[in-house]
């Protein structure tokens, strides 16, 4: 059996090796008849995607030790030509000044550009868009196969504050201002693919400009929300035994029982870490895109990830580049973190009975504090001597 | 129900305020990348 299983690799691997296109064949062109420069063969390579060795015009920039005497005939052109130094700037190996005060302003093309934009027009929109629109499937599903879980037994009719007015107002903070960034940085991201064709130009100019100013003021917002409630609830999001035996239990959604909870039971700890680790994330990028050039963050972090899991992701990148893994990792984690916050959504509004007030009005039936949060109730009502519910 | 409209209110608060205020702080791309003698605004 695992002869087979190794002979079938073996096979699927030496496919691939023998195919052009995934193996990435280097070329060998003979560029005699264009005195070294690049010839038809380079171009159609380069058509076809093939790894080309740039090192015969990366290399070729000219010396102007080289240099005629002006004196001479063709002196005042120097020992590097127009062409020479165009392929210095293209490859990044010659030395440009200029007065301008832009950590970006000596870059004059950088390589990067390309693969970022296809990346961000292709699997971005794609795998991205098409999670969303997958899980809001998946929970209309959820919601026709499971229905709105109800309070067993009916609401008790007394009620208990879940959530104090400052805490409340903490997590709105967060989630109108997340709701927000989400619809304005879909629209920045997609609006040309999916918005010009419908509304035209003209008007997708001003809602775009609009939801741009929307996304970076916003932020701030989001920023002050997300120190808030890590600050509220951390010390109730600590994980222990006791999430373990709630996760085992699947929360009780399928099996219709109630494990037991504090005031955060595993489901929301995953929630929240998911929010504090993925919008500290976004944050960071989101501020290194804020003030371009001023806060690249992804050399240093590759360096890291290299040092530490021995990795060979590249570390001197152009100013451009960290602007562009900046704005892709700000895309997929945002992608990540709405699929994460669509779920919280559906579970604390219509798919259970009684989960909103917790965060509507602070005040929930005390049946549904008792079946979702027991041992919160018990230390809530151990505070207050048995006649806590108002 | 207040609260979550006066959370609203103070995300919008903050979203007007926040570009006077990193102003006031030197903090915009073109205070990082031009002198105040070249700048048009």
């Known amino acids: 059996m695992n002869g087979k299983l190794v002979g079938a690799a073996v096979f699927v691997l030496a496919t691939l090796c023998l195919n052009p296109v995934w193996a990435q064949e280097t070329t060998e062109v003979d560029r005699k008849s264009t005195g070294g420069a690049q010839t038809l063969e380079d171009i159609m390579a380069r058509q076809e995607k093939l790894k080309i060795d740039e090192q015969f015009r990366s290399d070729n920039t000219g010396d102007p030790a080289n240099a005629a005497p002006i004196s001479e005939p063709l002196g005042t052109l120097g020992g590097r030509s127009d062409a020479d130094a165009w392929r210095g700037v293209r490859y990044d190996n010659i030395n440009i000044e200029t007065q301008v005060r832009n950590p970006a302003a000596d870059v004059l093309i950088q390589n990067g550009g390309i693969g970022w934009y296809q990346l961000r027009e292709g699997p971005v929109i794609n795998y991205g868009g098409g999670a969303l629109l997958g899980i809001i499937l998946l929970l209309v599903i959820f919601y026709f196969v499971r229905g709105r879980i109800k309070i067993d037994g009916g609401p008790a009719g007394t009620t208990i504050e879940r959530f104090k007015a400052v805490e409340r107002f903490g997590h709105w903070l967060l989630a109108g201002s997340f709701i927000a960034l989400g619809l304005t940085g879909l629209i920045t991201l997609m609006g040309r693919s999916f918005l010009i064709p419908v509304m035209g130009p003209d008007a997708f100019a001003t809602l775009a400009a609009g939801s741009k100013w929307i996304h970076n003021n916003v932020a701030w917002a989001f920023m002050f929300g997300l120190v808030m409630t890590f600050v509220m609830w951390v010390a109730h999001n600590i994980p222990n035994k006791l999430d373990w035996q709630w996760l085992k239990a699947g929360g009780g959604i399928f099996t219709k029982s109630h494990p037991s909870a504090k005031k955060f039971n595993a489901g929301q700890k995953i929630v929240f870490w998911t929010v504090m680790v993925l919008g500290v994330s976004v944050s960071l990028s989101g501020l290194s895109l804020l003030f371009p050039f001023q806060m690249p963050m992804f050399a240093d972090t590759f360096g890291i990830l290299n040092s530490v899991l021995g990795t060979s992701f590249p570390t001197d990148l152009a100013p451009h580049e960290e602007m562009q893994y900046a704005n892709l990792w700000h895309s997929i984690v945002a992608f990540v973190m709405m699929l994460a916050i669509i779920a919280h959504i559906y579970i604390g509004s219509v798919g259970m009975e009684g989960a909103f007030d917790a965060m509507g009005n602070g005040q929930v039936d005390v049946e549904w504090a008792r079946q979702h949060h027991d041992l919160w109730v018990a230390e809530v009502e151990a505070k207050q001597g048995k006649g806590g519910s108002s | ?41």
């Open chain 2, 1 to 41: 129900m207040k609260v979550m409209i006066s959370a609203f209110v103070a995300a919008l608060v903050i979203a007007f305020a926040a570009p006077p205020v990193l102003d006031q702080f030197g903090w915009s791309s073109a205070a990082q990348t031009s002198s105040e003698s070249v700048r048009l605004d």
